[in-house]
T-cell receptor, first 118, second 115 residues
Framework: NAGVTQTPKFQVLKTGQSMTLQCAQDMNHEYMSWYRQDPGMGLRLIHYSVGAGITDQGEVPNGYNVSRSTTEDFPLRLLSAAPSQTSVYFC?????????????????FGAGSRLTVL | AQSVTQLDSQVPVFEEAPVELRCNYSSSVSVYLFWYVQYPNQGLQLLLKYLSGSTLVKGINGFEAEFNKSQTSFHLRKPSVHISDTAEYFCAVILVSGGYNKLIFGAGTRLAVHP
């Protein structure tokens, strides 16, 4: 039972480079999301998806792209990395985005990906 | 306005002492509230949640939280902490926007338990 798997765990980029953070879940969750964690700012929502083919912006979407071609995968793309994107990134999923009364929206988190942009 | 505010960035406490981590939420958001814990170098895991019903919610590891609608608060408490409770704790609230629910986090409170 893998849960939410993120790769890579660590990455160092130069300014202007592009890369993709991978996220996969094997729990048949409809809802997937990406957060970034910065000291003193908690976790901020970047993008989220409520199902295959449906994505939307969170609190801090600029500089990031996402797509959801399958239920299992939700990659996060940095097209031109900037030092301000140095952070720890977490992918999280839940059964649905609604259904809060049943607790179906409780998030399961991946272990995180630490990105440094020089 | 912030959807959720954690009033203390750091809370130092001695082992076996009681602790309270404070969280206030905006009255404009839903009242579906959560506390998550992050141990060093790990992802987040759910401690407890309030969806409806009893205002006192019990979670894992002896933690509990009380939903107070009049004070728009959801403070986390433990009567006697252990060294192993040293972690960062996040309060979170469901924000309903555009028909979808989004989980918004506070800035976190770092709990440091000393022997």
């Amino acid at each position: 039972n893998a849960g939410v798997t993120q790769t890579p765990k660590f990455q160092v980029l130069k300014t202007g480079q592009s890369m993709t953070l991978q996220c996969a879940q094997d729990m048949n969750h409809e809802y997937m999301s990406w957060y970034r964690q910065d000291p003193g700012m908690g976790l901020r929502l970047i993008h989220y998806s409520v199902g295959a083919g449906i994505t939307d912006q969170g609190e801090v979407p600029n500089g990031y792209n996402v797509s959801r071609s399958t239920t299992e995968d939700f990659p996060l793309r940095l097209l031109s990395a900037a030092p301000s994107q140095t952070s720890v990134y977490f992918c999280a999923s839940s059964l649905t985005s609604g259904g809060y009364r049943s607790g179906a929206n409780v998030l399961t988190f991946g272990a995180g990906s630490r990105l440094t942009v020089l | 306005a912030q959807s959720v505010t954690q009033l203390d960035s750091q809370v130092p406490v001695f082992e076996e002492a009681p602790v309270e981590l404070r969280c206030n939420y905006s009255s404009s958001v839903s009242v579906y509230l959560f506390w998550y814990v992050q141990y060093p170098n790990q992802g987040l895991q759910l401690l407890l949640k309030y969806l409806s019903g009893s205002t006192l919610v019990k979670g894992i590891n002896g933690f509990e939280a009380e939903f107070n609608k009049s004070q728009t608060s959801f403070h986390l408490r433990k009567p006697s902490v252990h060294i192993s409770d040293t972690a960062e704790y996040f309060c979170a609230v469901i924000l309903v926007s555009g028909g979808y629910n989004k989980l918004i986090f506070g800035a976190g409170t770092r709990l440091a338990v000393h022997p």
